[in-house]
C-alpha cells in the first residue's frame, strides 16, 4: 500500500525537508580538501541537533553515522569514518535525512572537492542532477510511477556520451516513497522495466524520494565488506543527486529545496505548489 499524506503530514514533512537543506549547505562548505568524512558527519549532527530535528539514518539498520558519505567509485552508503580525508579532484556525494514530528525528509547531492575536475566527471554530475528534475517535472496528477522513470532514463539517455563511452544507470538502487517512513512503497526505478510494469497512478498525497545515481560505466555495483559501502565494479566514478517531493492538487512541492523547486521546475514549464509553510 503506498501511504497518501495529508496537507498537515506534507507540511511536517516540509519542516524535515528543510533540516536537509540545511545540511546540505553546511556540509557543501565543509567538504574541502583536508577534511575527513567523519568532519562532515559531525557538522551534519550539529545542524540536526541545532534545528531540534532528529536523525533517519543513524541506526538505520545499523548504520553507523548520520550521513552518507560516498566518495569517487562509491556509489551510495558510504560510511563516514577518519581515514577518508577528502583531497583536491575528489568527488563526493552526500546523502541525508532527517526526522520532524515523524515525519521524514531525505535528499542527497554530488560536490566537488577542490579544483581540476576532468569535464567528463561534471558533466556526470550535472547530467545526473537535470535527469532528477527531469523525473521530477513527470511527477504530475494523472501520470504513473513509470513515467518518471522514463523522463530520467530518457534524460540520460539523451546527453552525449562520455569519453569513458557510457553513462552506467545503476540498477540495484532507486527511488523510493517516503512518509512516516524513510523508505516505504513503491520503489522506484531509474529506467524502464517492462517487467515493473505502469506502476501506481499519481494522486495528491504521493510522496516520493527521487534520487538517480549514474556512473561513468557500468550499470553494476557491488557491496563491501562492511555491508554498507556500494561501489561499482569496474571502479569508475559516480554521482548521485535527490530531492523528496509531494504532490498535491496544486501541483507538486520539493520538500528538501529551499525554494520549493521553483526556479528549476519552471525550466520544465512546472508551477510548484505553495510552500505549506508560508
Request: hydrophobic share 40%.
Amino acid at each position: 500500500m503506498v501511504q497518501l499524506k495529508t496537507p498537515e503530514q506534507i507540511a511536517k514533512m516540509r519542516e524535515a525537508g528543510l533540516v536537509v537543506a540545511a545540511i546540505h549547505a553546511a556540509t557543501r562548505e565543509a567538504a574541502v580538501p583536508g577534511a575527513t568524512t567523519r568532519d562532515l558527519d559531525m557538522v551534519a549532527r550539529k545542524v540536526i541537533v541545532d534545528a531540534g530535528a532528529k536523525s533517519n539514518f543513524l541506526g538505520y539498520g545499523g548504520f553507523p553515522a548520520t550521513i552518507c558519505t560516498s566518495v569517487n567509485e562509491v556509489v551510495v552508503h558510504g560510511i563516514p569514518d577518519d581515514k577518508t580525508v577528502l583531497k583536491d579532484g575528489d568527488v563526493i556525494s552526500i546523502d541525508a535525512g532527517a526526522i520532524v514530528d515523524g515525519w521524514h525528509g531525505d535528499a542527497a547531492y554530488t560536490a566537488f572537492v577542490g579544483t581540476g575536475h576532468a569535464p567528463e566527471l561534471i558533466e556526470l554530475s550535472r547530467v545526473t542532477e537535470e535527469s532528477m528534475w527531469a523525473g521530477i517535472a513527470a511527477m504530475k496528477l494523472g501520470n504513473r510511477l513509470v513515467d518518471i522513470s522514463k523522463a530520467i532514463e530518457g534524460y540520460i539517455r539523451r546527453q552525449p556520451r562520455p569519453a569513458t563511452g557510457k553513462y552506467g544507470i545503476i540498477e540495484d538502487y532507486g527511488g523510493h516513497g517516503i512518509g512516516s517512513e524513510m523508505h516505504m512503497d513503491p520503489h522506484l526505478l531509474n529506467y524502464v522495466s517492462r517487467k515493473r510494469g505502469k506502476g501506481i497512478k499519481l494522486v495528491p498525497g504521493v510522496c516520493l524520494a527521487i534520487e538517480p545515481m549514474v556512473s561513468l560505466g557500468t550499470a553494476q555495483t557491488e557491496v563491501l565488506a562492511d555491508d554498507w559501502t556500494v561501489i561499482t565494479t569496474d571502479g569508475t566514478w559516480s554521482s548521485h543527486w535527490e530531492h523528496s517531493i509531494a504532490l498535491t492538487e496544486a501541483g507538486p512541492i520539493v520538500l528538501t529545496s529551499p525554494d520549493c523547486g521553483k526556479a528549476k521546475l519552471a525550466e520544465y514549464g512546472v508551477t510548484t505548489a505553495p510552500d505549506p509553510l508560508g
